[in-house]
């Protein structure tokens, strides 16, 4: 893998964090021995996760469906992407109903 600005060999990630000048939360995952860096914009946690609320918050809906979200970042990563992985609706899976 090459590494990039936010790849870092690790044995844990650092804690995901809002960035409030990008409107993203930022988070890593794990891939084998490195630690990804990747983002997810408010807008796409919005419209895939809380499209019915008014009241959502990008961190906690991070933290609710980070499984699928860190599965999606290693799918980009197995495909050729490289770090920072930014996350779009389409990298997602269809929202259950």
């Known amino acids: 893998m090459v590494k990039g600005y936010?790849?870092?060999?690790?044995?844990?990630?650092p804690?995901?964090?809002w960035h409030e000048g990008t409107e993203a939360v930022r988070f890593w995952v794990m891939i084998g021995?490195?630690?990804v860096g990747a983002t997810i914009s408010?807008?796409?946690?919005?419209?895939?996760?809380?499209?019915?609320?008014?009241d959502d918050q990008p961190l906690a809906t991070y933290q609710t469906n980070a499984n699928l979200l860190h599965d999606a970042v290693r799918?980009?990563?197995?495909?050729?992407?490289?770090?920072?992985?930014?996350?779009?609706?389409?990298d997602l899976a269809p929202p259950l109903r």
């Open 6 to 13: 936010f790849t870092r060999q690790a044995t844990m990630t």
């Open 15 to 17: 804690d995901p964090y």
């Open 33 to 35: 021995d490195q630690s």
């Open 42 to 54: 408010r807008r796409t946690l919005h419209h895939h996760f809380a499209a019915n609320r008014t």
């Open 75 to 90: 799918r980009r990563v197995a495909g050729g992407s490289i770090e920072p992985v930014m996350l779009r609706e389409h």
